[in-house]
């Protein structure tokens, strides 16, 4: 199954949910501390965009931080349990689009970011969410996108295979399933984008990338986007 389906189809809205319920407890860390460090980049008055936003989870965090968070997903099931979370939040929109695919004007977000290694497993052209994501942002606007780092790989395996158990995902193949990659037998595939991956990837749009490591767990790609 094509992974933007995958998450369209058979994990959104309350079974996403179900996901981080289960998380290990380094799982847990991780999803925390990717939240604050795309916190650590936000200011007060800014417009902010989150690429596949779910059911809202990053978004309420963010939320706190900033003028407007918006929010895209291509799963009408999540951003419609989106609006139950993040009741009680109201400087928030959320909109069903494929964030390679965007209809918002360019220019328009002082932030544009993409956690959890959505540049992976949303199933798109990458070179098409990068151009998008940078068509959107104002200049001297900041882009993040994340990865996984190599270091937390037996952690985010344990994660896979506790979704497997309960029915979230597909049965783990375990000889395909190596090196960054997770591999369950009904089609679905989680890889991951490096840093030497994303420094390629934004500078074929002429863009500087620094990459981080944070927690030993997640690889952030960090980009200013220069007139």
């Not at 942002?137 to 993040?144: D, F, M, P, Y």
């Not at 375990?174 to 990659?181: R, W, Y």
């Not at 490591?213 to 690889?219: L, N």
Request: charged share 25%.
């Amino acid at each position: 199954m094509h992974k933007g389906a995958y998450y369209k189809e058979k994990l959104s809205a309350d079974k996403l949910l179900r996901c981080y319920e289960i998380a290990p407890r380094r799982i847990k860390q991780y999803l925390d501390v990717e939240i604050q460090f795309v916190i650590s980049n936000l200011h007060v008055r800014d417009m902010v965009l989150e690429l596949g936003c779910g059911y809202g989870r990053v978004m309420k965090a963010v939320s706190r931080f900033v003028s407007r968070i918006v929010g895209n997903d291509v799963s009408r099931e999540s951003l419609e349990f989106a609006r139950s979370h993040m009741e009680g939040c109201r400087n928030y929109d959320v909109f069903l689009m494929d964030a390679s695919q965007m209809s918002f004007r360019s220019c328009v977000f002082d932030v544009v970011f993409c956690v959890q290694n959505g540049i992976s497993a949303f199933g798109v052209n990458k070179k098409r969410l990068i151009a998008e994501s940078v068509r959107v942002t104002k200049n001297n606007g900041v882009i993040l996108f994340s990865s996984y780092s190599s270091k937390i790989w037996e952690a985010r395996l344990e994660w896979f295979r506790k979704q497997s158990l309960f029915g979230l995902v597909g049965e783990i193949d375990e000889e395909k399933t190596c090196d960054g990659t997770i591999v369950c037998k009904d089609g679905f595939r989680a890889t991951t984008v490096s840093s030497d991956q994303f420094v390629e990837l934004f500078g074929e749009f002429g863009l500087n990338a620094s990459v981080i490591e944070v927690d030993e767990s997640s690889v952030f790609c960090k980009v200013i986007k220069k007139k």
